[in-house]
Every structure is written in C-alpha cells, then in structure tokens.
C-alpha cells in the first residue's frame, strides 16, 4: 500500500534526469527537492544514484594506468607505437606560453620491444617532472597524448603547448590530450609549455561532464 506521499514519486528514469541535472526547470528541481524531504524511498534511491554517478565520474577522470596502455598495445596490431616521454621542468619563469619543459625519450616501443610501459617506475621521477605517453597508430594517422604525474589527478583547464606553432591542446580532466598525427622525433628534445585556462563560471551539469570524459 503505497502512503500518500509515495503517490507522488517521480519514476526512476525522471528521478535519476533530476540529479544528473539533465532537466534544468527550476519548477520541477523544487517539486523534487520537496518530496525528497518528505519521501524517504526516494531520499534512499537518489542516495544510491548519487553514490553510483560520484563513482563514474571519479573513474572517467582519473588518468590513464600504465598497464591500460599495454594492454591496448596488444590488442592493437603491432604496428601501432608507444612513446614515453619525460618532461623536465625548464628554469625559467613561466611565459605567455605557460610552464616550459624539456623533453626527453624514455622509450619507445619500437625500439625496444621486450619493455612494457609498466616496467617503468614513473613514481621514481622528480614529482615536478610530467610524463607524456604517446600512442602512435600509423594505419589511423592517430597520435593520442596521455599525461601522468605523480602528484595529480586531474588536469582539468589545463593546455600543452607543442613546439611546431598550432594553438595549444585543450586537455581533458583525465589527462588526455589529441594531438596532430605526429612521431615521436617530433617531440624528443624539444620544449613543450603546459598552461591553466580558468574557464567560464557556467558550471557544467554533471551529465555533461560523463559525456566531456568519454573523449
Ligand atoms: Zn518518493
């Protein structure tokens, strides 16, 4: 027997719309906010929702493991390449361009087939050093820049700068940045500029951020 106040539960669908803020009308955000005081089986399903969409969006944010990165090597056929890059923090003040690195090859798949990326130990780098690791496929023309850093986890606003005068990469929250189709002798000893662009204060729905991570 359902009690007066659970007459008016929204669906799971509309209920779960609600707090991914898909629907923006104020009305109904306050005839659920209400309810959700009043209803505690709604209280305890949005609890669960909420539980469930703070996890993903987590995980879609963090970086990408080493050992993802391997695994996808594999899967792919074996022309597809994977670059490891250190990014060692250059002295001098940040520029218009943003914090300037110097970049070092650490590996390269091609070269040295027998090392996996997780053979390396990135925690024992300077934590001020950045990583780039680069998946190179030749049959897609595709490069795909991964960052990782000891310290961070997320790189939201951040842009890198490449030393060939395109405009600066957006990166993704996750560390994820696609870059022209280029190899790695295009980057190895060369400086790369890593900058912060503060957004607009629109906030982005939480929806909106689970699409931004699928990149
Ligand atoms: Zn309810």
């Not at 590996?107 to 390396?120: C, E, G, I, N, Y």
């Not at 560390?175 to 000893?189: A, C, N, Q, S, T």
Request: net charge negative; aromatic share 8%.
């Amino acid at each position: 027997m359902k009690s007066p106040i659970e007459r008016h539960c929204p669906d799971s669908k509309r209920l779960e719309m609600l707090l991914l803020d898909v629907d923006p009308r104020d009305a109904e955000r306050k005839r659920l906010q209400l309810h959700l005081q009043q209803c505690s089986k709604c209280r305890q399903e949005s609890k669960e929702i909420d539980a469930f969409y703070n996890i993903l969006v987590k995980e879609m944010q963090r970086p990408v493991s080493n050992r993802l990165l391997d695994f996808s090597q594999k899967l792919c056929n074996n022309k597809t390449l994977v670059a490891l890059f250190d990014c060692e923090p250059l002295d001098e003040k940040p520029n218009g361009h943003g914090k300037g690195y110097h970049v070092k090859l650490l590996h390269l798949s091609s070269q040295d087939p027998a090392k996996s990326m997780t053979q390396f130990d990135l925690k024992a780098l300077p934590k001020d050093h950045i990583v780039l690791r680069l998946v190179i496929d030749p049959d897609c023309q595709t490069t795909v820049c991964y960052l990782w850093n000891a310290v961070l986890e997320e790189y939201e606003n951040w842009t890198l700068d490449l030393p060939f005068g395109d405009d600066p990469f957006l990166v993704a929250a996750n560390g994820v940045v696609k870059i022209p189709y280029l190899f790695h002798d295009r980057l190895d000893d060369k400086n790369v500029y890593f900058n912060f662009r503060p957004t607009s204060l629109q906030e982005t729905t939480r929806f909106e951020k689970i699409l931004e991570s699928m990149v």
